[in-house]
């Protein structure tokens, strides 16, 4: 019998970053070199901390409150004035199976035409989708560091037909690792408080932030407007627990009102041991505290040496200043490629794939014009818990300076320098 399904759904393929990620591995276990840039897993472990307080609490069975365990949203709301500013109330937060859920929940219940910057995150436009929606991309320039421009928010304000409209904007950004600043954050929440525009501000990696400012947020700015979705994923290493939050301000309590309703008829509540362990996370400990900077360190110096390379075999590239992506282009090769047939993203990765093994995403996956031969690079393929405790000697010998330079990634992450010296041998080629 051949089931009638919703055709909001047959339209939909498998989340790319995810069938890259099984290629790769695939390729893998059958004994190729793969170099494997497709896939944006923290790769470090869960701090001892944690781990410690899920064993703990396996023993707790029960059914938590549908918006979450009150000391874990009390913890989150902590946390969040304390490194960030933010005034949250944990009468407004919400927990859920990851924040992509989350976002995916509060764009079922938002009304309004949505609007990404592009490039943005592969996941947003088929959440849009399964809504019935489409996703209303704004291009932003590699010259701005594609960084979405006031004016160009505005703009596309402006085409709109809807009295409300919801911005997507992740900052720090996969797949640039592009950081938004303070001033530029306000200039943005200043287009959306004109034009009623609500944003879902996607905080995956607000502690991977490496730019050297202080992270500011659309919640300092504009918090009557803006509901954040954030996590344990990324800087806690953590992408399995399936742990998120969402939250907001009392201006939109009737979301969280929608989501709790929502989340009591769908998966009630996430798992309770899963929380309680969650709580440990976002108690501010310093050890903890410690272990996720000197992560983000090392996703900084994997991130630059990436960068440094790009630069020197002729690609062009931002740098990054968070998050663990990259946006090359290719551009500068365009005729070459197009003498092998590569004329666009999709067969720019295709082919590093079939040919070198090395796997990384088309950048019209993110919303880019698939002509523009970008590709995103996750900068994580190296094993965390061994770079971790490398990562510690050179700072014990340089007296707190951490040596994390090109030789010290050379010498521990090799997959990253077997990925760029086959890209670098394969554009010498051309
Ligand atoms: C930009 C962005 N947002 C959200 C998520 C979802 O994270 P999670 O559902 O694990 O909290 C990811 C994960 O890859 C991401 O890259």
Not at 374 to 384: C, L, N, P, Q, T
Not at 398 to 406: I, P, S, T, W
Request: charged share 20%; hydrophobic share 35%.
């Amino acid at each position: 019998m051949k089931p009638l399904v919703n055709p909001q759904i047959t339209g939909l393929k498998e989340s790319s970053t995810l069938a890259i990620n099984q290629a790769a591995l695939k390729a893998r276990r059958e004994g190729e070199s793969v170099c494997h840039f497709g896939f944006g897993q923290s790769p470090f472990p869960v701090h001892p901390r944690i781990q410690i307080a899920l064993a703990k609490n396996a023993h707790q069975k029960d059914y938590l409150p549908t918006l979450g365990l009150p000391s874990l949203c009390q913890a989150i709301a902590d946390y969040h004035d304390e490194f960030f500013g933010y005034d949250f109330k944990p009468e407004y937060i919400l927990i859920g199976p990851g924040s992509k859920e989350l976002i995916f929940q509060a764009l079922y219940v938002l009304e309004g035409s949505v609007l990404v910057p592009a490039p943005s995150w592969v996941s947003y436009g088929p959440q849009v989708n399964i809504r019935g929606k489409e996703i209303h991309s704004i291009q932003t320039a590699r010259e701005n560091g594609y960084k979405m421009q006031p004016a160009e928010l505005q703009e596309a304000c402006d085409k709109c037909q809807t009295e409300q409209k919801i911005l997507i904007l992740n900052n720090p950004s996969n797949p640039t690792g592009a950081v938004y600043d303070g001033p530029e954050i306000k200039a943005l929440a200043d287009v959306c408080r004109a034009n009623n525009v609500i944003v879902i501000s996607d905080e995956i990696y607000a502690l991977v932030n490496f730019s050297g400012k202080k992270y500011s947020g659309f919640f300092n700015y504009y918090p009557e407007g803006t509901i954040v979705t954030s996590g344990l994923s990324k800087s806690h290493a953590a992408g399995g627990y399936r742990m998120g939050f969402l939250a907001c301000g009392p201006n939109l309590s009737e979301v969280i009102k929608c989501l709790s309703a929502m989340v009591s008829e769908t998966f009630s509540a996430v798992s309770a041991p899963i929380q309680y362990a969650a709580r440990e996370a976002y108690c501010g400990d310093y050890d903890l505290m410690s272990y996720v900077k000197q992560c983000t360190r090392i996703h900084c110096a994997a991130g630059e040496y990436l960068w440094q390379r790009f630069e020197e075999m002729g690609l062009n590239c931002p740098k990054p200043e968070g998050a663990f992506y990259l946006f090359p282009d290719f551009n500068n090769y365009r005729e070459k490629l197009a003498l092998k047939g590569i004329k666009n993203s999709i067969q720019l990765a295709q082919y590093l794939f079939e040919q070198f093994k090395v796997a990384v995403l088309p950048g019209d996956d993110f919303y880019y014009n698939n002509e523009f031969l970008g590709v995103r690079v996750a900068s994580v393929d190296y094993d965390g818990a061994k770079v971790y405790d490398a990562s510690l000697a050179p700072l014990l010998k340089e007296g707190g300076k951490a040596g994390l330079d090109k030789q010290f990634v050379e010498e521990h992450c090799p997959n990253l320098k077997e990925g760029c010296d086959r890209l670098a041998n394969f554009l010498k080629s051309l």
